[in-house]
């Protein structure tokens, strides 16, 4: 089993509508969560981070975590054609020293 | 703040040749990350530095593979008589290292390896 595991798409979903994305992890230590959007042929931009589980927003994107059910989740709101890229999330131990990535899910946004 | 830079965007080698790469952090971010990335997958840590002291090395690192950061600033990846198998982006990433920013990762546009 990977440490980190996402659903690779591609997902396809019309302009407005609400984006769901989500990862697993089975690593216990994990304790800070990350979400990267990447643009084909760029390096990742760091979207958010939380700690702890419960909810994060910011402006359209909400971050969740669930610690008990080792499953975070990344939604975006009112979808724009710009929104189309790939999706990463990302989780580190306390320290900062372990970060691991998942395989990334991609997102296109039909105008 | 001219955000991450690397150097070259794209290397075509040949297979049994050395090639290296340069990174260029956020000048106030004392840690430096690097991280291959192949198509379809997420970026693979492979090391890290906190200011020039090389802290972690991922168990995957071949020992075709070294880093340096000599003076705590900018980092040079090297791989050893390369192999088509190394054929990758490659990440640098850059981040402060207090506990609520190390977290917070900005990454460079990378480095495409092609090995032929």
């Known amino acids: 089993q990977k440490e980190v595991e996402q659903d690779p798409g591609p997902l396809s979903v019309p302009e407005g509508a609400i984006v769901s994305l989500n990862c697993t992890y089975s690593n216990s230590a994990f304790q800070y969560f990350m979400w990267y959007r990447q643009y084909s042929r760029k390096g990742p931009e760091l979207l958010m981070y939380?700690?702890?589980?419960g909810n994060k927003e910011d402006g359209r994107f909400t971050a969740q975590v669930d610690k008990s059910s080792k499953y975070i989740s990344l939604f975006i709101r009112d979808s724009q054609p710009s929104d189309s890229a790939t999706y990463l999330c990302?989780?580190?131990?306390?320290?900062?020293?372990?970060?691991?990535f998942g395989p990334g899910t991609r997102l296109s946004v039909l105008p | 703040d001219t955000g991450v830079s690397q150097d070259p965007r794209h290397k075509i080698t040949k297979r049994g040749q050395n090639v290296t790469f340069r990174c260029d952090p956020i000048?106030?971010?004392?840690?430096l990350y690097w991280y291959r990335q192949t198509l379809g997958q997420g970026p693979e840590f492979l090391t890290y530095f906190q200011n020039e002291a090389q802290l972690e090395k991922s168990r995957l690192l071949s020992d075709r593979f070294s880093a340096e950061r000599p003076k705590g600033s900018f980092s040079t990846l090297e791989i050893q008589r390369t192999e088509q198998g190394d054929s990758a982006m490659y990440l640098c990433a850059s981040s402060r290292s207090s506990m609520i920013d190390s977290y917070e990762q900005y990454f460079g546009p990378g480095t495409r390896l092609t090995v032929t």
């Open positions: 990302a989780m580190s131990d306390p320290y900062g020293q372990n970060f691991v």
């Open positions: 000048s106030e971010h004392n840690r």
């Open positions: 939380t700690y702890s589980s």
